[in-house]
């Protein structure tokens, strides 16, 4: 067999993620698992059959995510690991994240199929909730395994019933013995889709991913006077709606200044009281701020400051900014994005460099290892929905590309 | 007496608003006193025992206006009529509605008081629920007076407790035998604290209202697309609030292109999903136009048309505009405007027109007989609201001038 020639089987990750989105499939054609619930646990369950069928070793550690070992010819070399999460949104999709495990159990598949030997162990790994919907933080799985935050912090989560997370990993059998952290890797790759719309607007097949982009949130309240909309002249008005809007339009300026990976969003947005005869006397909305550049993200900072702090002074109205969240830019390790482009390179397939706007448990595997993407085009760029939809052809690439960047990780 | 220099008693004035603001007094010192509740029963009959003691004749309409005739020498003549209403808002104020029947009644205890007989009858009126809080239409009863709509419409109201409108009449008392509307008038007026920062804003007493403003409003819909605002760039956006903030602020800069009166308010709006990460896929909110001159809010009308329509067309998404409602401005008749100037000088206060922007009686009166308004000022321009506030020697000025104003033309 010639390895550089090597492929995965298309059909049979194909059918893997049809089957494991019959576990809580919805009427709409999404799929509803949340994390640590019965329907994670079958999905777990099934996914681990899967790897026993493949011969592999399992490990659960203290926070429930799972590693799934294929041995190396050399037992001392920390494992190359491939994986991502199966919990999903309560109206997701069949792809996000189960995308990323199946693709690496089809790598190991293929190997098996193949009876190729790697020198470092191969991994297939999954994270204990990463959409964070029924438990906050969200990534936490990885979050405990970097040390983002603590093991206690983790199992001290509810659920709106209540539930805690301990007690619901032991409840579904995943609160396992392997302290979080205490388990070397080699390399960490993850497939996924896109959740964007860049690939599939360029016509690419893969995304070969540098790094995620960095994020700062505010919420703004800007304060003014309500007032009858009628007896009030224009020159009297202390009218919040107004003034926030000129913020608003203002943070998407800022991030077209600084293209192509400056983002600005307004999602969120209050008026107070809300009435249609009534001047809003207050407004608050939220400001989302991405960059792939640190220093450009600190000069986007920098400017909504400035232009709230002047818009205040301008209106003078009494405007609040604060910064309630902030993640500074994940580069991607550069012999992981590196690893990703030749494999993409030596298939054939066409690509770009596509920055992550989204979070993944990648980011936080970054801090502990190599780390590296790799993205495939989905439908409209819709993900956390059921509509969610990605070609085959294209997650067959995308599994390929995974295989040849973990043989290059795990044979040097 | 020499006429020219009768004064009504600005104490008793002050006392008589004091003692029907003690019935559904709140704690923070306003007024709840909903239409025809047990409250409202309680203050039409203290108006009522009032109106007695000085000797009025009371007459009560189908829907529950109440007139009550100082007769004059000539029985012949229509009465000359000043009146307002004594519902409230849920956190009502004390002098909304109120003061425009305890002036009047203040003229007519001073006419007695001075044994001053007029040729037309004098009558203070109280039209059934203005505010329209618990039964829908507001203005109700002079609306049912002017034919605005139908008496069964008006009976068929119900509150939130599925209450009707003419049970509830019936129930307190107050379903009288006049047919609405059969009750001439040689004249209207309405004394009233301004709802706006106008006179206060200028330091002047009186408010001269040449007109109630016209109002035209719309419900406007922006449809883009909901996506994460992290993975989708900005040119690949289709951001629905960018978008509506633009037609925000153009209503607003549309009133300032029609001063003094252009007035232009986003009271409401509505963001889906309303999500910190997500772009806005949609934007409900309303506008407010407003002017005193027809013709120049029909150009208001046309421009936030065309605006919409090339916003539209620029941005490439559906944006609908609907206008659900629409009022002409309504000018009073120059007869009561002279006659509230003319009193206002023969008084010496301090004047100013003031159009209203806000609705009252006066604009359905206005369609069966010569109307006009008076405006005193009010704290802050505050109303609706339990700390709405005005001084005792501007409602004692305000009196005056309707006493003047009405023995114009009830004497001519």
């Given at each position: 067999?010639?390895?550089?020639?090597?492929?995965?089987?298309?059909?049979?990750?194909?059918?893997?993620?049809?089957?494991?989105?019959?576990?809580?499939?919805?009427?709409?054609?999404?799929?509803?698992?949340?994390?640590?619930?019965?329907?994670?646990?079958?999905?777990r369950?099934?996914?681990?059959?899967?790897?026993?069928?493949?011969?592999?070793?399992?490990?659960?550690?203290?926070?429930g995510?799972v590693?799934?070992r294929?041995?190396?010819?050399?037992?001392?070399?920390?494992?190359v690991?491939?994986?991502?999460?199966?919990?999903?949104?309560?109206?997701?999709?069949?792809f996000d994240?189960?995308?990323?495990?199946?693709?690496?159990?089809?790598?190991?598949?293929?190997?098996?199929?193949?009876?190729?030997?790697?020198?470092?162990?191969?991994e297939?790994?999954?994270?204990?909730?990463?959409?964070?919907?029924?438990?906050?933080p969200?990534?936490?799985?990885?979050?405990?395994?970097?040390?983002?935050?603590?093991?206690?912090?983790?199992?001290?989560?509810?659920?709106?019933?209540?539930?805690?997370v301990?007690d619901?990993?032991?409840?579904?059998?995943?609160?396992?013995?392997?302290?979080?952290?205490?388990?070397?890797?080699?390399?960490?790759?993850?497939?996924?889709?896109?959740?964007?719309?860049?690939?599939?607007?360029?016509?690419?097949?893969?995304?070969?991913?540098?790094?995620?982009?960095?994020?700062?949130?505010?919420?703004?309240?800007?304060?003014?006077?309500?007032?009858?909309?009628?007896?009030?002249?224009?020159?009297?008005r202390?009218?919040?709606?107004?003034?926030?809007?000129?913020?608003?339009?203002?943070?998407?300026?800022?991030a077209?200044?600084?293209p192509?990976?400056?983002?600005?969003?307004?999602?969120?947005?209050?008026?107070?009281p809300?009435?249609?005869?009534?001047?809003?006397?207050?407004?608050?909305?939220?400001?989302?701020?991405?960059?792939?550049?640190?220093?450009?993200?600190?000069?986007?900072?920098?400017?909504?400051?400035?232009?709230?702090a002047?818009?205040?002074?301008?209106?003078g109205?009494?405007?609040?900014?604060?910064?309630?969240?902030?993640?500074?830019?994940?580069?991607?390790h550069p012999?992981?994005?590196d690893?990703?482009?030749?494999?993409?390179?030596q298939?054939?397939?066409s690509?770009?460099?596509?920055?992550?706007?989204?979070?993944?448990?990648?980011?936080?595997?970054?801090?502990?290892?190599?780390a590296?993407?790799i993205?495939v085009?989905?439908?409209?760029?819709?993900?956390?929905?059921?509509?969610?939809d990605?070609?085959a052809?294209?997650?067959?690439?995308?599994?390929?590309?995974l295989?040849?960047?973990?043989?290059?990780?795990a044979?040097?």
């Amino acid at each position: 067999m010639d390895i550089a020639n090597l492929k995965i089987d298309g059909a049979r990750l194909w059918q893997a993620l049809m089957d494991l989105a019959q576990i809580g499939a919805t009427e709409k054609g999404g799929v509803k698992r949340l994390a640590l619930s019965d329907l994670d646990k079958q999905g777990r369950d099934l996914v681990l059959a899967w790897g026993r069928a493949e011969g592999l070793q399992i490990s659960i550690d203290q926070i429930g995510n799972v590693f799934m070992r294929r041995p190396g010819r050399n037992p001392d070399l920390p494992p190359v690991v491939a994986g991502s999460h199966i919990d999903t949104q309560p109206t997701g999709g069949k792809f996000d994240g189960n995308y990323g495990v199946l693709a690496a159990l089809e790598v190991v598949r293929t190997l098996n199929q193949h009876g190729i030997e790697t020198e470092a162990p191969i991994e297939v790994a999954f994270w204990t909730n990463e959409e964070g919907s029924r438990f906050v933080p969200v990534m936490m799985g990885s979050g405990v395994f970097c040390g983002a935050f603590s093991l206690q912090h983790a199992y001290d989560a509810k659920d709106v019933a209540g539930l805690r997370v301990e007690d619901e990993l032991r409840r579904i059998g995943y609160l396992g013995d392997e302290i979080p952290g205490q388990h070397p890797m080699r390399a960490y790759f993850e497939a996924h889709i896109e959740q964007g719309p860049v690939l599939e607007d360029a016509d690419k097949v893969i995304g070969v991913v540098p790094a995620v982009m960095g994020l700062s949130w505010y919420d703004c309240v800007v304060q003014g006077m309500e007032a009858h909309a009628g007896p009030t002249p224009m020159h009297l008005r202390r009218d919040a709606l107004q003034i926030a809007t000129r913020i608003m339009q203002e943070t998407v300026a800022i991030a077209n200044r600084y293209p192509p990976y400056g983002r600005g969003t307004v999602g969120y947005v209050q008026v107070f009281p809300n009435s249609r005869n009534v001047i809003p006397g207050q407004v608050k909305f939220s400001i989302d701020l991405r960059n792939v550049n640190e220093e450009l993200l600190d000069k986007m900072h920098q400017e909504i400051t400035s232009f709230v702090a002047a818009t205040a002074a301008d209106s003078g109205l009494s405007i609040s900014l604060e910064r309630v969240s902030y993640y500074p830019p994940c580069p991607f390790h550069p012999e992981c994005v590196d690893a990703v482009r030749q494999a993409t390179a030596q298939l054939g397939y066409s690509t770009m460099d596509v920055v992550s706007g989204a979070g993944h448990d990648a980011i936080y595997a970054a801090r502990v290892a190599p780390a590296g993407m790799i993205f495939v085009p989905c439908k409209d760029g819709i993900s956390h929905n059921e509509i969610e939809d990605a070609q085959a052809a294209h997650l067959e690439a995308g599994a390929n590309v995974l295989l040849h960047a973990m043989l290059r990780m795990a044979v040097s």
